[in-house]
C-alpha cells in the first residue's frame, strides 16, 4: 500500500486527478468508480480543468459511483445523481448513457443490486475506483461492522454518519436513513483504488487504515489487502500517523528514474 503525504488539498486533489487522467489516456474506454463527499470535490475540479484546458477525453469512459441515498429522487440535491452531475458529469464529455449511479428509488432492491453488479461486470470491472473515508472508517456507505467480502447492497446507515450527514439537511428526520453502496468485496475488485482524505477530522480513521488490524470495525482498513491501492492525505489528515513515509516511490516509474539518477552519480 501506498501513502503519500501532500501539502494540502489542492495539492492532494492534483495528484488523484492526475492518476485518474492517466488512466483515461492510456484506456479511452476506462471504467472509472466515483465517490462522492466534499473530499474528491477538487478531484473533480482538477479533472473538469484538464478536459477544458488540456482535451482530456471522456467521450468513452464509463463511470460506477459507489452509493446512493435510498429514497432521495436523481433531482434532490442532496442525492448523489445530482451532486455528480452538479460537480462533474455536466462539465466534461461523458455519454449519460455511461453514467452509472445505484438507483436507491428503485422498489425492488435486491435486484437493483444484482443489477449494479453485473453491470459492472459487463464493462470488465472498474479500472480505477476513487474512495474517500468517514470519520468512522466506513468506505461508500460500508458502515463498521460490514462484511470486507460484501457485493453492492442495502446498508442502514450509522448513527455517526446520520449525524455527519445532518449538515446537509434542514431537520435531521429528513436525512436518508438507508442506501445502496457497492459491497466491500465489490470495491475490492477494482484494479487500482485511491482513497483520499483530508482534514483533522480525518486524522484517526487514516491513522487506524493504514497502520491498525484489518477489520470488519473499520471498513476502510480492507485496502491493506489490496494489491494495487494508493491513499492520498493532506498534513491534517497524517497527523495521527506515527511511521514515516515521505520516501515512498509514487509509481514504478519514480523507482526506475530513482536506480537511473543512482547509476548516473556512482
Ligand atoms: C459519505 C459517502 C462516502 C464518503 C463520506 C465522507 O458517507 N458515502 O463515500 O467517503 O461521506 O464524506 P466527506 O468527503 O464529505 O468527508
Same mark, same amino acid.
Request: hydrophobic share 40%; glycine share 0%.
Given at each position: 500500500m501506498e501513502v503519500v503525504i501532500k501539502e494540502n488539498y489542492q495539492e492532494m486533489s492534483k495528484l488523484a486527478a492526475s492518476m485518474i487522467a492517466e488512466v483515461v489516456r492510456k484506456k479511452p474506454r476506462a471504467v472509472l468508480g466515483l465517490a462522492t463527499g466534499s473530499t474528491p470535490l477538487g478531484t473533480y475540479q482538477e479533472l473538469i480543468r484538464m478536459h477544458k484546458e488540456q482535451g482530456l477525453d471522456f467521450s468513452q469512459v464509463v463511470t460506477f459511483n459507489l452509493d446512493e441515498y435510498i429514497g432521495l429522487p436523481p433531482e434532490h440535491d442532496q442525492s448523489y445523481h445530482y451532486f455528480m452531475q452538479e460537480n462533474l458529469f455536466k462539465h466534461i464529455n461523458i455519454p449519460p448513457g455511461n453514467i452509472h449511479l445505484p438507483p436507491g428509488m428503485d422498489e425492488d432492491l435486491v435486484a437493483a443490486c444484482e443489477r449494479y453488479e453485473q453491470m459492472i461486470r459487463d464493462a470488465g470491472g472498474i479500472d480505477i475506483q476513487l474512495l474517500g473515508i468517514g470519520a468512522n472508517g466506513h468506505i461508500a456507505f460500508n458502515e463498521p461492522g460490514s462484511s470486507l467480502g460484501s457485493r453492492t447492497r442495502v446498508k442502514a446507515l450509522d448513527k455517526k @454518519?446520520? /449525524? $455527519?450527514? @445532518?449538515? &446537509?439537511? /434542514?431537520?435531521? $428526520? $429528513?436525512?436518508?436513513? &438507508?442506501?445502496? %453502496?457497492?459491497g466491500i468485496g465489490t470495491i475490492m475488485d477494482s484494479r487500482r483504488v485511491v482513497m483520499l482524505a483530508n482534514k483533522a477530522n480525518k486524522a484517526h480513521a487514516i491513522a487506524i487504515t493504514v497502520e491498525g488490524p484489518v477489520t470488519a470495525l473499520v471498513?476502510? %482498513?480492507?485496502v491493506q489487502l489490496h494489491p494495487h491501492a494508493t491513499i492520498i492525505v493532506d498534513q491534517d489528515a497524517a497527523s495521527e500517523l506515527k511511521r514515516a513515509y515521505e520516501h515512498t516511490p509514487r509509481d514504478l516509474t519514480e523507482a526506475i528514474a530513482y536506480i537511473r539518477r543512482q547509476k548516473q552519480s556512482s
Open positions: @454518519t446520520i /449525524e $455527519d450527514n @445532518t449538515r &446537509f439537511f /434542514e431537520h435531521i $428526520d $429528513d436525512v436518508p436513513k &438507508f442506501a445502496i %453502496t457497492m471498513p476502510a %482498513t480492507i
